[in-house]
């Protein structure tokens, strides 16, 4: 069975510090990974997926099939990075539904 | 253009009762999907939606829980006899053709409290 984990509920990073959200995953195929990100007030939207390997806001996240793992990082943490992330996982039998951790509340401290 | 919408924002309903929640995806999506997240969950899939194929329902946690599509375009979700569990927020995304890994785009959620 497909399974997202997400071990820390909550994450406090001073500004300007180096944030890393962990996220684990299990997975008998080719693993297709997402962070998706909720803002305060916002609805819940695609930060970013492993295959694009793109920088969004200053994330980036590597898929690492050996440790199982889609850590997502960013080097210098912003005040506005506060939000509640979670990682996903699609299957690859060409459908898209998601398999979500439970999430990781991020609070940048000014 | 508009976003995923759908409503009530929030419903609040007896224990027993049954309740529809309706969502309207981004016009041309063929694609949708309804998640659940619970207090303390994360998002937890229900139910999936793709052109006129029939719908993967492998995520409805009970019988008590259908959703229609319309015309391809408008879902309800249905609950009946609601419990108190059934308490969640409801959430509806939508995607281009569900095929490959596209972007889903979810809407602003209902807030359900049975009481």
């Known amino acids: 069975a497909q399974r997202v984990t997400q071990p820390e509920k909550l994450l406090s990073v001073f500004k300007g510090a180096p944030v890393e959200l962990k996220c684990n995953y299990s997975y008998s195929g080719s693993p297709e990974l997402f962070w998706y990100v909720q803002y305060s007030r916002q609805r819940l939207q695609l930060l970013l997926r492993h295959i694009s390997r793109e920088s969004i806001k200053g994330f980036t996240a590597d898929l690492n099939k050996g440790e199982t793992s889609f850590h997502l990082k960013k080097p210098f943490a912003q005040e506005e990075d506060s939000a509640m992330y979670y990682c996903a996982l699609g299957d690859n039998f060409g459908n898209e539904k998601l398999t979500f951790g439970t999430g990781t509340r991020l609070t940048i401290i000014p | 253009g508009a976003g995923v919408s759908q409503s009530p924002s929030n419903k609040v309903t007896e224990k027993g009762k049954d309740v529809e929640l309706r969502c309207d995806p981004i016009?041309?999506?063929?694609?949708l999907y309804w998640y659940r997240q619970s207090l303390g969950q994360g998002l937890e899939f229900l139910i999936y939606f793709q052109g006129n194929s029939a719908p993967d329902k492998s995520g409805l946690p009970s019988d008590r829980f259908s959703a229609e599509r319309t015309g391809g375009s408008v879902s309800t979700l249905t609950i009946q006899r609601t419990q108190q569990e059934d308490s969640a927020v409801y959430l509806c995304?939508?995607?281009?053709?569900?095929?490959?890994?596209?972007?889903?785009?979810f809407g602003p959620g209902t807030r359900l409290l049975v009481l």
């Open positions: 995304a939508s995607s281009w053709s569900g095929q490959g890994q596209e972007t889903q785009y």
């Open positions: 016009s041309g999506h063929t694609a």
